[in-house]
């Protein structure tokens, strides 16, 4: 079942905070990781004994080991926040279609109807094209309802809606008005 839009918006609020904190951490490694080795190449510029050197390069081993290991721990939180993202925009994909379709026909709801409708008559205005606008009206409907109840009434809705949507130029819109 889908979540409601809020909870979705916090969810994606907290994966993209996550990132953030993943990428700072990661810029505050490598940062690090680059003081150590200006502190090394100074260091290995002087004269020092053959312990001095290998114990340099054994405290340049242990960080390079620290920062690939942090490299791949900020590379699984990026790509386990990609999937989670991903996955939150499916569902508000699947959210905002609901929200714009009509439950018991799939047909566009009021909304949708209003805002291709708006935008269909500022596209003729500008093309001069002729912009035709069609409404059915399933005559005495209510009595349907009346007399085998609504899931009868609902049956005729879909089977008209079924009929229509046969009908129609591919680039026509149908609404439940």
């Given at each position: 079942?889908?979540?409601?839009?809020?909870?979705?918006?916090?969810?994606?609020?907290?994966?993209?905070?996550?990132?953030?904190?993943?990428?700072?951490?990661?810029?505050?490694?490598?940062?690090?990781?680059?003081?150590?080795?200006?502190?090394?190449?100074?260091?290995?510029?002087?004269?020092?004994?053959?312990?001095?050197?290998?114990?340099?390069?054994g405290r340049l081993l242990v960080?390079?080991?620290?920062?690939?290991?942090?490299?791949?721990?900020?590379?699984?939180?990026?790509?386990?926040?990609?999937?989670?993202?991903?996955?939150?925009?499916?569902?508000?994909?699947?959210?905002?279609?609901?929200?714009?379709?009509?439950?018991?026909?799939?047909?566009?709801?009021?909304?949708?109807?209003?805002?291709?409708?708006?935008?269909?008559?500022?596209?003729?205005?500008?093309?001069?094209?002729?912009?035709?606008?069609?409404?059915?009206?399933?005559?005495?409907?209510?009595?349907?309802?009346?007399?085998?109840?609504?899931?009868?009434?609902?049956?005729?809705?879909?089977?008209?809606?079924?009929?229509?949507?046969?009908?129609?130029?591919?680039d026509d819109v149908l609404a439940?008005?």
């Amino acid at each position: 079942d889908v979540l409601p839009l809020h909870i979705m918006a916090e969810k994606m609020e907290t994966e993209l905070a996550n990132l953030l904190v993943a990428v700072e951490q990661a810029g505050q490694g490598a940062q690090r990781y680059g003081k150590t080795l200006e502190s090394a190449s100074g260091e290995m510029a002087r004269d020092h004994p053959a312990d001095a050197v290998k114990d340099l390069i054994g405290r340049l081993l242990v960080e390079t080991r620290s920062m690939i290991d942090h490299g791949r721990d900020v590379e699984l939180k990026l790509k386990q926040s990609g999937t989670r993202i991903s996955q939150l925009t499916e569902e508000l994909e699947v959210a905002r279609r609901e929200a714009m379709t009509d439950a018991l026909t799939g047909l566009a709801n009021r909304k949708l109807f209003d805002a291709i409708l708006r935008q269909a008559s500022m596209d003729s205005l500008e093309s001069g094209e002729p912009l035709s606008l069609l409404f059915i009206d399933v005559d005495h409907f209510k009595k349907v309802n009346d007399t085998f109840g609504h899931l009868a009434g609902d049956y005729v809705l879909k089977e008209v809606c079924a009929v229509a949507r046969d009908r129609i130029r591919p680039d026509d819109v149908l609404a439940r008005y």
